[in-house]
């Protein structure tokens, strides 16, 4: 086993138990808020892990440069569903004005 290959092995894993991890704790709990922060998880760190990866065992390619977008669009559009999903949830709960811009 070569070192690249342990690398992939590692961020493969690492990137699966992250988002299992989160998938399954969203299971147990109730509120949505709280299963937001489990997704913005998964989306910053479980993708990024499983998407170097994959860019590690193939190797640069045009499929490579695919992988590397949509994690990257992946990553930075995660967080933002995130808080508008938040946000419209926390208006629904009463807990945030309807015309509040915050």
Request: proline residues 3%; charged residues 10%.
């Amino acid at each position: 086993m070569t070192v690249l290959h342990a690398l992939t092995l590692a961020c493969y894993g690492a990137g699966v138990l992250v988002t299992g991890f989160s998938a399954v704790a969203a299971l147990l709990l109730r509120d949505a808020l709280d299963r937001l922060h489990l997704l913005t998880l998964a989306t910053t760190l479980g993708v990024p892990l499983v998407g170097l990866g994959l860019v590690l065992k193939n190797g640069f390619s045009m499929t490579t440069a695919m992988v590397v977008f949509i994690c990257v669009l992946l990553t930075l559009s995660g967080p933002v569903l995130t808080a508008a999903t938040g946000k419209v949830a926390a208006q629904r709960h009463g807990l945030v004005d309807q015309e509040s811009p915050q």
